[in-house]
Protein backbone atom coordinates (compact mmCIF):
# COMPACT_ATOMS: atom_id res chain seq x y z
CA UNK A 1 0.00 0.00 0.00
CA UNK A 2 1.39 3.37 -0.83
CA UNK A 3 1.74 6.23 1.93
CA UNK A 4 -1.19 7.42 3.47
CA UNK A 5 -3.39 10.03 2.11
CA UNK A 6 -4.83 11.24 5.31
CA UNK A 7 -4.38 10.34 8.95
CA UNK A 8 -8.09 11.06 10.88
CA UNK A 9 -7.08 10.93 14.58
CA UNK A 10 -9.69 10.33 16.75
CA UNK A 11 -9.39 10.46 20.70
CA UNK A 12 -11.96 8.67 22.40
CA UNK A 13 -12.59 9.23 25.96
CA UNK A 14 -16.22 7.10 27.36
CA UNK A 15 -18.17 7.65 23.87
CA UNK A 16 -18.50 3.60 23.32
CA UNK A 17 -22.33 4.64 22.63
CA UNK A 18 -21.27 6.58 19.72
CA UNK A 19 -18.38 5.31 18.57
CA UNK A 20 -19.56 2.54 16.39
CA UNK A 21 -21.29 5.18 14.18
CA UNK A 22 -17.87 7.74 14.17
CA UNK A 23 -15.70 4.96 12.83
CA UNK A 24 -17.75 3.66 10.57
CA UNK A 25 -18.16 6.91 9.08
CA UNK A 26 -14.43 7.77 9.07
CA UNK A 27 -13.78 3.77 7.54
CA UNK A 28 -16.72 4.34 4.49
CA UNK A 29 -14.64 6.89 3.21
CA UNK A 30 -14.04 6.87 -0.76
CA UNK A 31 -10.47 8.55 -0.57
CA UNK A 32 -7.74 5.76 -1.19
CA UNK A 33 -5.38 4.73 1.96
CA UNK A 34 -6.67 6.53 4.90
CA UNK A 35 -5.22 5.73 8.03
CA UNK A 36 -7.08 6.12 10.94
CA UNK A 37 -5.36 6.85 14.42
CA UNK A 38 -7.98 5.79 17.46
CA UNK A 39 -6.54 6.99 20.99
CA UNK A 40 -8.43 5.27 23.32
CA UNK A 41 -7.87 8.15 26.52
CA UNK A 42 -7.90 5.95 29.68
CA UNK A 43 -12.10 5.49 28.76
CA UNK A 44 -13.98 3.04 31.85
CA UNK A 45 -16.57 2.48 29.04
CA UNK A 46 -17.35 -0.03 26.64
CA UNK A 47 -15.08 2.73 24.46
CA UNK A 48 -12.21 0.03 24.64
CA UNK A 49 -14.52 -3.31 23.58
CA UNK A 50 -15.96 -1.05 20.79
CA UNK A 51 -12.54 -0.28 19.29
CA UNK A 52 -11.01 -3.57 19.48
CA UNK A 53 -13.83 -5.06 17.10
CA UNK A 54 -12.15 -2.53 14.58
CA UNK A 55 -8.53 -3.24 15.60
CA UNK A 56 -7.36 -4.75 11.98
CA UNK A 57 -8.65 -1.54 10.31
CA UNK A 58 -7.55 0.97 12.41
CA UNK A 59 -3.92 2.09 14.83
CA UNK A 60 -4.74 1.90 18.15
CA UNK A 61 -3.68 4.15 20.93
CA UNK A 62 -3.90 3.00 24.47
CA UNK A 63 -3.49 5.13 27.48
CA UNK A 64 -4.56 3.98 30.86
CA UNK A 65 -5.07 7.34 32.88
CA UNK A 66 -6.94 9.94 30.62
CA UNK A 67 -4.64 12.96 29.60
CA UNK A 68 -7.52 15.09 27.78
CA UNK A 69 -8.17 15.62 24.12
CA UNK A 70 -5.25 17.69 23.66
CA UNK A 71 -2.49 15.26 24.80
CA UNK A 72 -4.20 12.41 23.05
CA UNK A 73 -4.61 14.41 19.48
CA UNK A 74 -0.42 15.37 20.25
CA UNK A 75 0.56 11.41 20.61
CA UNK A 76 -1.50 10.39 17.66
CA UNK A 77 0.28 13.39 15.56
CA UNK A 78 3.80 11.55 16.69
CA UNK A 79 3.04 8.76 14.48
CA UNK A 80 1.15 10.09 11.66
CA UNK A 81 2.02 8.94 8.07
CA UNK A 82 -0.78 10.68 5.76
CA UNK A 83 -0.14 13.59 3.96
CA UNK A 84 -2.84 15.56 5.80
CA UNK A 85 -4.55 15.58 9.01
CA UNK A 86 -7.77 15.28 9.87
CA UNK A 87 -8.85 15.23 13.34
CA UNK A 88 -12.78 14.30 14.40
CA UNK A 89 -14.54 13.70 17.57
CA UNK A 90 -15.26 10.71 18.61
CA UNK A 91 -19.47 11.02 18.72
CA UNK A 92 -19.56 12.84 15.58
CA UNK A 93 -19.76 11.10 11.82
CA UNK A 94 -18.51 12.51 8.56
CA UNK A 95 -20.19 12.23 4.66
CA UNK A 96 -18.60 9.46 2.88
CA UNK A 97 -17.10 11.96 0.36
CA UNK A 98 -15.65 14.63 3.14
CA UNK A 99 -12.21 13.60 2.56
CA UNK A 100 -11.84 12.84 -0.97
CA UNK A 101 -12.79 16.68 -1.99
CA UNK A 102 -10.76 18.03 0.81
CA UNK A 103 -8.03 16.24 -0.46
CA UNK A 104 -8.56 17.11 -3.87
CA UNK A 105 -9.28 20.75 -3.28
CA UNK A 106 -5.83 20.86 -1.09
CA UNK A 107 -3.82 19.54 -3.48
CA UNK A 108 -4.97 20.97 -6.72
CA UNK A 109 -4.18 24.20 -4.89
CA UNK A 110 -1.79 23.61 -3.09
CA UNK A 111 -3.71 24.80 0.62
CA UNK A 112 -2.09 24.59 4.06
CA UNK A 113 -5.87 24.28 5.11
CA UNK A 114 -9.23 23.76 3.63
CA UNK A 115 -12.80 24.02 6.18
CA UNK A 116 -16.34 23.14 5.12
CA UNK A 117 -19.67 23.31 6.91
CA UNK A 118 -21.21 20.70 9.23
CA UNK A 119 -24.73 21.23 10.89
CA UNK A 120 -25.40 20.10 14.91
CA UNK A 121 -28.08 17.69 15.88
CA UNK A 122 -28.68 15.59 19.19
CA UNK A 123 -29.79 17.74 22.47
CA UNK A 124 -31.32 21.34 21.43
CA UNK A 125 -31.58 21.67 25.45
CA UNK A 126 -27.95 21.44 25.55
CA UNK A 127 -27.84 25.05 24.86
CA UNK A 128 -24.83 27.41 23.74
CA UNK A 129 -23.31 24.32 21.75
CA UNK A 130 -25.82 24.98 19.14
CA UNK A 131 -24.07 26.75 16.71
CA UNK A 132 -24.42 27.87 13.52
CA UNK A 133 -21.59 26.13 11.54
CA UNK A 134 -22.29 27.71 7.81
CA UNK A 135 -20.01 29.45 6.70
CA UNK A 136 -17.85 28.26 3.66
CA UNK A 137 -19.32 30.43 0.81
CA UNK A 138 -19.28 33.58 2.17
CA UNK A 139 -15.01 32.96 2.15
CA UNK A 140 -14.49 31.57 -1.36
CA UNK A 141 -11.39 31.16 -3.12
CA UNK A 142 -7.72 30.68 -2.22
CA UNK A 143 -7.18 33.74 0.85
CA UNK A 144 -4.60 33.93 3.83
CA UNK A 145 -5.44 33.05 6.82
CA UNK A 146 -5.19 35.62 8.99
CA UNK A 147 -7.12 37.77 6.49
CA UNK A 148 -9.99 35.59 6.69
CA UNK A 149 -10.12 35.32 10.55
CA UNK A 150 -10.26 38.77 10.58
CA UNK A 151 -13.47 39.12 7.99
CA UNK A 152 -15.20 36.14 10.27
CA UNK A 153 -14.66 37.59 13.19
CA UNK A 154 -16.09 40.81 12.11
CA UNK A 155 -18.95 38.90 10.80
CA UNK A 156 -19.44 36.58 13.55
CA UNK A 157 -18.90 33.50 11.86
CA UNK A 158 -15.47 32.23 13.20
CA UNK A 159 -15.47 29.04 14.53
CA UNK A 160 -12.50 27.50 16.43
CA UNK A 161 -13.37 23.82 15.78
CA UNK A 162 -10.35 22.18 13.74
CA UNK A 163 -12.87 19.08 13.08
CA UNK A 164 -14.45 21.50 10.30
CA UNK A 165 -11.34 21.77 8.61
CA UNK A 166 -8.22 19.57 6.68
CA UNK A 167 -4.46 20.16 7.29
CA UNK A 168 -1.35 19.51 5.35
CA UNK A 169 0.58 18.23 7.96
CA UNK A 170 4.02 18.98 6.21
CA UNK A 171 2.40 22.91 7.22
CA UNK A 172 1.44 21.92 11.18
CA UNK A 173 4.99 20.30 11.47
CA UNK A 174 6.69 23.58 9.65
CA UNK A 175 5.25 25.98 12.85
CA UNK A 176 4.99 23.15 15.11
CA UNK A 177 1.18 23.31 16.08
CA UNK A 178 0.20 21.14 18.32
CA UNK A 179 -2.17 20.93 21.35
CA UNK A 180 -1.80 22.77 24.69
CA UNK A 181 -2.67 20.10 27.08
CA UNK A 182 -3.96 21.13 30.84
CA UNK A 183 -6.45 23.58 29.57
CA UNK A 184 -10.10 23.43 27.97
CA UNK A 185 -10.45 25.47 24.87
CA UNK A 186 -7.55 23.99 23.35
CA UNK A 187 -9.05 24.22 19.91
CA UNK A 188 -9.14 28.20 20.36
CA UNK A 189 -5.37 28.31 20.86
CA UNK A 190 -4.64 25.50 18.14
CA UNK A 191 -6.93 27.26 15.62
CA UNK A 192 -6.08 30.67 16.09
CA UNK A 193 -1.97 29.50 15.42
CA UNK A 194 -3.45 27.71 12.70
CA UNK A 195 -4.99 31.43 11.32
CA UNK A 196 -2.14 33.22 11.84
CA UNK A 197 0.25 31.14 9.76
CA UNK A 198 -1.72 30.32 7.08
CA UNK A 199 -0.84 31.84 3.75
CA UNK A 200 -3.58 29.88 1.29
CA UNK A 201 -6.35 28.46 2.65
CA UNK A 202 -9.73 27.98 0.64
CA UNK A 203 -13.87 26.53 1.96
CA UNK A 204 -15.32 23.85 0.64
CA UNK A 205 -19.27 24.65 0.49
CA UNK A 206 -20.24 21.68 1.70
CA UNK A 207 -22.09 20.26 5.04
CA UNK A 208 -19.93 17.61 5.72
CA UNK A 209 -19.92 17.26 9.16
CA UNK A 210 -22.48 15.98 11.71
CA UNK A 211 -21.86 17.63 15.30
CA UNK A 212 -23.44 15.40 18.06
CA UNK A 213 -24.33 17.31 21.48
CA UNK A 214 -25.41 15.96 24.24
CA UNK A 215 -25.23 17.53 27.85
CA UNK A 216 -22.45 15.96 29.47
CA UNK A 217 -19.94 16.99 26.88
CA UNK A 218 -17.36 20.09 27.11
CA UNK A 219 -19.12 22.48 25.20
CA UNK A 220 -22.32 22.18 26.69
CA UNK A 221 -20.98 22.02 30.55
CA UNK A 222 -21.52 24.61 33.02
CA UNK A 223 -18.92 27.72 32.03
CA UNK A 224 -16.69 27.41 35.68
CA UNK A 225 -13.34 28.63 36.47
CA UNK A 226 -11.53 25.94 33.81
CA UNK A 227 -13.51 28.10 31.36
CA UNK A 228 -11.53 30.85 32.56
CA UNK A 229 -8.75 29.27 32.94
CA UNK A 230 -8.41 28.22 29.51
CA UNK A 231 -9.30 31.57 27.84
CA UNK A 232 -7.00 33.58 29.47
CA UNK A 233 -4.56 31.00 28.93
CA UNK A 234 -5.81 31.40 24.98
CA UNK A 235 -5.67 35.15 25.44
CA UNK A 236 -2.23 35.14 26.48
CA UNK A 237 -0.69 32.91 24.17
CA UNK A 238 -1.85 34.38 21.12
CA UNK A 239 -0.47 37.75 22.11
CA UNK A 240 2.79 36.67 22.65
CA UNK A 241 2.51 34.50 19.38
CA UNK A 242 1.65 37.16 17.44
CA UNK A 243 4.50 39.81 18.94
CA UNK A 244 6.52 39.71 15.42
CA UNK A 245 3.92 38.79 13.10
CA UNK A 246 2.32 41.90 10.82
CA UNK A 247 -0.15 44.17 11.73
CA UNK A 248 -2.87 42.47 9.92
CA UNK A 249 -1.86 39.57 11.92
CA UNK A 250 -1.76 41.56 15.22
CA UNK A 251 -5.29 43.05 14.51
CA UNK A 252 -6.91 39.30 14.04
CA UNK A 253 -5.38 38.54 17.24
CA UNK A 254 -7.04 41.78 19.02
CA UNK A 255 -10.63 40.63 17.32
CA UNK A 256 -9.85 37.00 18.80
CA UNK A 257 -9.08 38.90 22.29
CA UNK A 258 -12.04 40.90 22.21
CA UNK A 259 -14.49 37.98 21.23
CA UNK A 260 -13.48 35.91 24.07
CA UNK A 261 -13.40 38.21 26.33
CA UNK A 262 -16.89 38.86 25.34
CA UNK A 263 -18.29 35.08 25.59
CA UNK A 264 -16.71 35.45 29.52
CA UNK A 265 -18.65 38.85 30.17
CA UNK A 266 -22.06 36.69 28.76
CA UNK A 267 -20.91 33.82 30.34
CA UNK A 268 -19.27 34.72 33.80
CA UNK A 269 -22.27 36.28 35.46
CA UNK A 270 -22.94 32.72 38.05
CA UNK A 271 -19.20 32.63 39.05
CA UNK A 272 -18.03 33.56 42.29
CA UNK A 273 -16.97 36.72 42.86
CA UNK A 274 -13.09 35.93 42.44
CA UNK A 275 -13.71 34.50 39.09
CA UNK A 276 -15.57 37.43 38.14
CA UNK A 277 -12.88 40.07 39.37
CA UNK A 278 -10.11 37.92 37.09
CA UNK A 279 -12.07 38.23 34.14
CA UNK A 280 -12.90 42.20 34.76
CA UNK A 281 -8.88 42.34 35.29
CA UNK A 282 -8.22 40.78 32.19
CA UNK A 283 -10.97 43.45 30.38
CA UNK A 284 -8.95 46.36 31.22
CA UNK A 285 -5.21 45.04 30.69
CA UNK A 286 -7.26 44.88 27.29
CA UNK A 287 -9.12 47.62 26.91
CA UNK A 288 -10.38 47.61 23.33
CA UNK A 289 -12.10 44.69 24.65
CA UNK A 290 -14.53 46.39 26.50
CA UNK A 291 -18.03 46.47 26.13
CA UNK A 292 -20.35 48.12 28.57
CA UNK A 293 -23.76 45.97 28.41
CA UNK A 294 -22.05 42.48 28.83
CA UNK A 295 -19.57 43.92 31.23
CA UNK A 296 -22.64 45.28 33.52
CA UNK A 297 -24.29 41.92 33.38
CA UNK A 298 -20.80 40.56 34.43
CA UNK A 299 -20.74 42.72 37.39
CA UNK A 300 -24.91 43.26 37.98
CA UNK A 301 -26.38 39.65 37.11
CA UNK A 302 -26.30 37.01 39.40
CA UNK A 303 -27.51 33.74 40.23
CA UNK A 304 -31.44 33.52 40.99
Known amino acids: MSAATVS ?3 PVYNTGEYLREALDSVLAQTLDNVETIVVND ?3 DSSAAVIEEYRDRITVISKEKNAGQAAARNDAMKIAG ?3 IYFMDSDDW ?9 YELCERDNLDFCFFDGVSFGEKESGSGWQDYHRSAMYAGVRKGHETMCEMLADGKYRCTVCMSLFRASFLNKYKLRFQSGIIHEDELFSALVYFNANRIESLEAEFYHRRLRGDST ?4 FDRRNVDGYLTVVDSC ?4 RTFTPDARRACRLLVSTIMLSMMHNGYMLPFNEKKRIVKAVMKHPYSFRFKPFCILLLKGKK
Open 219 to 222: MTRK
Open 82 to 84: GKY
Open 8 to 10: VII
Open 94 to 102: IEPETLKCC
Open 239 to 242: IEYV
Open 42 to 44: GSS
